[in-house]
């Protein structure tokens, strides 16, 4: 195809570049398009639940050139806005987008090279050179916003509690975990092992689960570093920051060896409030494991290592410590607030009343405004954007019986994880957000 002299605004390099896979085997444009499912739905997707009872995941081979690509790639050289974008045509989750990330910082030497290298029809001779596969759900930790499909700890602490449905999570019967692993194992591994061996992978997006738990990130990157690959690769990670090492692999000794880091440490609130949120969080040795990795900025810049915080509702009061800390620390903080796909979502900060959430947010603004720098101009952007969102009230028909759902649901958490606080001891600093959430509905 022949490059337009103008770039249309929705083009993004991702669809020739970059190769995604869930933990339940989904293969997608990236982790942010909303898509229909194959066989299980993600938790960005706009309903719950699975799509199919049969487990039939495609191959990268049988995926990259398929009818399916070609049309969103013919769609997007168009300028169609494609409901799969939706999440960074509207801006969904945080005001930068992945498509800006693709598009603008990863790939935008390769544009001259997409166009010439795609047909009428939408078949690219480009192969993938950019891999986000989960490789597993495997992780420590129980965040609150999080859930089974990207946490092994909440599927095990599901199955011990009987809390799981089989009509909407399918892939969680043993009959289907099992060809679900072999996928994993023996197609997904392979075909990632595939791209490292042939040195043509230049970028890797580690996250799980948690990718430093699992075995294959350790010896992909060891094997990177010992080749002199690691020179040509981008290397980005979100991570529960719990662990920095498996066996003789030191992950701040590989980093420094990558054409560039960016370490994306999950944290979304700190000290109790932070534990509360992320179940298995210990707080100082998370802070101490992330104050050990200050030194990749120097060879990085200021994106090497950074504050990865998803905003929810008792994070809001902790976000002036975490602002604070980051000042301290001098790193930025990529921010993003709770996705949320119905109104059972209390984790979400939308799901407080519109006085209640504003009267928060003028007095965090109040606090920050003042105090702010380039490094955190990002909290003041997203509580600006966070007063001309809809709240749950605003949004959704059945806003209280999904309030009293969804304060059901994290009230049975807390009886089962025993935790030290209580989300009504975290509401107790406010009175009106203490009301809200103690209010009797009929």
Not at 237 to 254: A, C, G, I, P, W
Not at 364 to 384: A, G
Request: aromatic share 12%; net charge negative.
């Amino acid at each position: 195809m022949e490059k337009p002299n103008t770039i249309p605004d929705v083009f993004c390099t991702a669809p020739w570049t970059h190769t995604y896979v869930s933990p339940q085997g989904e293969r997608r444009l990236c982790c942010a398009s909303r898509e229909d499912a194959s066989f299980q739905r993600q938790y960005i997707d706009a309903d719950s639940g699975t799509k199919t009872d049969v487990f039939d995941p495609a191959t990268l081979s049988e995926h990259w050139n398929s009818e399916y690509m070609k049309d969103i790639r013919r769609r997007i050289i168009a300028g169609e806005k494609i409901p799969q974008c939706e999440v960074c045509n509207n801006q969904v989750l945080n005001l930068h987008t992945y498509r800006n990330y693709f598009t603008q910082t990863l790939f935008p030497q390769y544009i001259d090279k997409i166009y010439e290298s795609t047909s009428a029809d939408g078949h690219t001779t480009l192969d993938p050179i950019s891999f986000d596969y989960r490789l597993s759900n495997r992780c420590d930790f129980k965040c609150r916003m999080c859930g089974e499909q990207l946490s092994s700890s909440w599927e095990a602490e599901k199955r011990k509690h009987g809390m799981w449905d089989p009509k909407f999570d399918k892939w969680m019967a043993p009959e289907l975990r099992i060809p679900i692993r072999d996928f994993q194992e023996n197609v997904l591994e392979d075909e990632l092992q595939q791209a490292v061996d042939n040195e043509t992978v230049e970028e890797l997006y580690w996250v799980g689960g948690e990718p430093l738990m699992w075995e294959k990130h350790w010896t992909v990157m060891q094997q990177l570093v010992d080749s002199g690959h690691s020179k040509n690769v981008v290397v980005r990670y979100n991570t529960n920051l719990n662990r920095l090492s498996r066996k003789d692999s030191q992950l701040y000794e590989l980093l420094p060896h990558f054409k560039r880091v960016n370490l994306c440490a999950s944290i979304d609130g700190s000290g109790a409030i932070g534990e509360y949120i992320r179940s298995g969080l210990n707080w100082d040795k998370w802070l101490d494991n992330f104050k050990q990795g200050l030194f990749l900025k120097e060879q990085f810049g200021e994106d090497a290592i950074v504050f990865d915080v998803t905003l929810t509702m008792p994070g809001l009061f902790s976000l002036k410590s975490m602002f604070d800390l980051a000042q301290e620390l001098d790193v930025k903080t990529y921010l993003k607030i709770t996705f949320s796909f119905d109104s059972t979502v209390l984790m979400s900060p939308m799901s407080m009343p519109r006085d209640v959430l504003d009267n928060i947010i003028d007095e965090l603004l109040e606090y920050m405004e003042p105090r702010v720098t380039r490094k955190t101009q990002v909290y003041i952007d997203t509580l600006h954007e966070m007063k001309k969102r809809p709240v749950f009230e605003e949004q959704y028909d059945n806003y209280v019986e999904g309030f009293r759902e969804g304060r059901h649901r994290l009230v049975e958490l807390e009886r089962i994880r025993k935790q030290p606080i209580t989300m009504e001891e975290i509401l107790a600093v406010n009175t009106q957000a203490i009301s809200w959430w103690n209010q009797e509905i009929k």
